[in-house]
């Protein structure tokens, strides 16, 4: 904001953005560096959806254009024709947003890993398309692998898509769910018990409670109160099945002094949702049985350190219950009696962040790190989001080319003729295919070569060995036959329709990793143009 309290311009040309990851993600864009393999049309696209926010990008491509990548490519026009691909599809980028910096090489990947493999640890994002020799991608993966920098492979033939993303680990902290809010209705804390029984022990007498006021009870006290009837009455046990929970319910209902009681029915609605036993949910507790938070060392990120203190606080200061969020979802209520029911969440949060912050500083401290290094408002993030953080633990590309993809998923999956899993074994083969050509120009050839029955056969060989390596037989060949010849009649063309929307898919990944928010796709997304269906697919 400007000294005076309005949107700067940024603010105002990023605001819908903004909305979305805040001004943490907005800034982790701003600071990444995308390279981009080949500018295809997928690529471009990929590229033109990312121009909105990213502070910089660099294409390689040592190829010119030619009249047929006009047809798919947007970023391509006639005055480029004979030029180099790079640069042009650069120049045009760069006119969506001046206020990213683009840049090109004109050279090809395999050149360049070779004469300059440090300078790809500048990247925050790698971006494959295009047909690149399989030794180059697996080069790729052997380098950005191991420095946890995001791979992606982006194929896109014909109407065919697939996307594998290659990342050691990728944690989450802001998944983003639908609510934070953690009422802990079974658990109460002394001063919400406090305040319940000064706002709500009267709720069902009509003598020192009006009808206005009764209507008022936010509906979080009038469940507590209720919650400490039903347990006189249920051996001090709460509900805990479905139907003790329809149960309860009705004797919510029954408490009702008319039926336009919003607050009631507030309460009835929010029995299922917030009924639940206070326990870590089980991605919490596999961030904090993972090695890397129990066993610290002074290069441990951020995450690990403050992971480690939430699960010291969880379990040792807190019987077992994460740090309180401190949101309160809306309700019926008169305004003070809503604001001062907040302040109570909001102060047991305050309360719960001061000891987390104290333990982030005493196992900085202990690691021989500035106490100051990580920021209290990073530990509140964590705080107010741990019971939805996310551990995503990647494969990488050598693991599933040179070692094997999952063969008991391929294996259920090709019993299935609707299954994507025969696109990904086509994609497999024409990737072979390719990078069987010395010169890389052979590409499987479409409609008017007459080798086409030729080129299918070879893929299908590629295929059938893929399977024997992976002991697999298939019941039926019919349906990974039918995706071959959907690839081989592509002629390694792109369609436009269908690269905007790998763009957008991969686009949409690609700023999930770089802003650390929501979660993201893991391992290998397929998409169908013919039938509109994609499936995601961990090999």
Same mark, same amino acid.
């Given at each position: ?19 979305? #990851? ?69 120049? *045009? ?45 697996? /080069? ?10 995001? @791979? ?6 014909? !109407? ?69 009837? #039903? ?20 004797? *919510?209902?029954?408490?009702? #002094? ?5 607050? @009631? ?22 961030? %904090? ?14 995450? #690990? ?11 040792? $200061? ?114 072979? %295919?390719?990078?069987?050509? /010395? ?7 479409? !409609? ?50 269908? /690269? ?11 700023? $999930? ?27």
């Amino acid at each position: 904001m400007s000294a005076l309290g309005a949107p700067t311009a940024k603010e105002k040309k990023y605001d819908r953005q903004l909305r979305l #990851w805040g001004a943490g993600g907005q800034q982790a864009l701003e600071h990444a560096h995308i390279l981009l393999i080949n500018a295809t049309a997928a690529g471009t696209e990929t590229l033109k959806n990312l121009t909105t926010g990213i502070g910089r990008f660099t294409i390689i491509d040592d190829t010119v254009v030619k009249d047929e990548d006009l047809g798919a490519n947007f970023f391509l026009d006639d005055g480029s024709i004979g030029l180099s691909k790079a640069q042009k599809a650069c120049e *045009l980028l760069r006119e969506l947003n001046p206020d990213v910096e683009g840049d090109f090489i004109n050279d090809n990947i395999t050149n360049f890993i070779t004469s300059s493999p440090d300078r790809l640890k500048e990247f925050t994002v790698v971006i494959a398309t295009g047909n690149i020799p399989l030794s180059s991608i697996l /080069s790729l993966d052997r380098i950005l692998y191991p420095r946890g920098i995001p @791979f992606f492979i982006l194929k896109c033939v014909g !109407f065919a898509i697939a996307c594998r993303l290659a990342l050691s680990e990728h944690t989450i902290v802001e998944t983003h769910p639908e609510s934070i809010a953690d009422l802990r209705l079974f658990s109460p804390f002394p001063e919400l018990v406090a305040l319940c029984e000064e706002k709500a022990a009267n709720m069902d007498d009509k003598e020192r409670t009006s009808s206005h006021e009764h209507g008022h009870i936010p509906y979080v006290l009038v469940l507590l109160q209720a919650l400490k009837d #039903w347990r006189s009455t249920h051996d001090g046990n709460n509900p805990s099945n479905y139907r003790e929970k329809a149960e309860f319910k009705s004797f *919510l209902r029954g408490k009702m #002094w008319s039926p336009d009681d919003e607050n @009631f029915e507030e309460a009835i609605a929010a029995v299922l949702p917030h009924f639940n036993s206070p326990t870590v949910p089980s991605a919490t507790k596999t961030i %904090f049985e993972d090695s890397r938070c129990k066993n610290l060392t002074a290069d441990s990120a951020n995450f #690990w350190v403050i992971a480690r203190a939430i699960k010291d606080f969880t379990y040792e $200061k807190n019987d077992g219950l994460l740090p309180l969020p401190g949101a309160l979802p809306d309700m019926k209520a008169e305004s003070k009696d809503y604001i001062r029911l907040q302040n109570v969440y909001k102060s047991k949060a305050r309360a719960d962040l001061a000891v987390v912050v104290d333990l982030v500083r005493s196992l900085l401290s202990g690691l021989g790190k500035d106490q100051e290094s990580i920021s209290e408002s990073e530990v509140e993030t964590f705080c107010k989001h741990a019971s939805y953080a996310k551990l995503i633990t990647g494969r990488s590309l050598r693991s599933e080319y040179e070692d094997d993809p999952k063969a008991k998923t391929i294996s259920n999956e090709l019993a299935d003729p609707t299954s994507l899993i025969h696109y990904y074994l086509a994609l497999r083969a024409y990737e072979t %295919f390719i990078s069987e050509q /010395s010169n890389g120009e052979h590409i499987p050839p479409g !409609f008017e070569d007459s080798s086409i029955q030729r080129d299918s056969s070879k893929m299908e060989q590629h295929i059938n060995a893929l399977l024997d390596k992976l002991a697999v037989t298939p019941t039926s060949t019919e349906a990974t036959s039918k995706a071959v010849g959907e690839i081989v009649r592509a002629g390694g063309g792109e369609l436009h329709n269908i /690269s905007s929307l790998a763009g957008g898919v991969v686009a949409q990944e690609v700023i $999930k990793v770089i802003t650390k928010q929501y979660i993201s796709m893991n391992n290998t997304v397929i998409l169908d143009g013919i039938s509109s269906r994609s499936q995601v697919y961990e090999l």
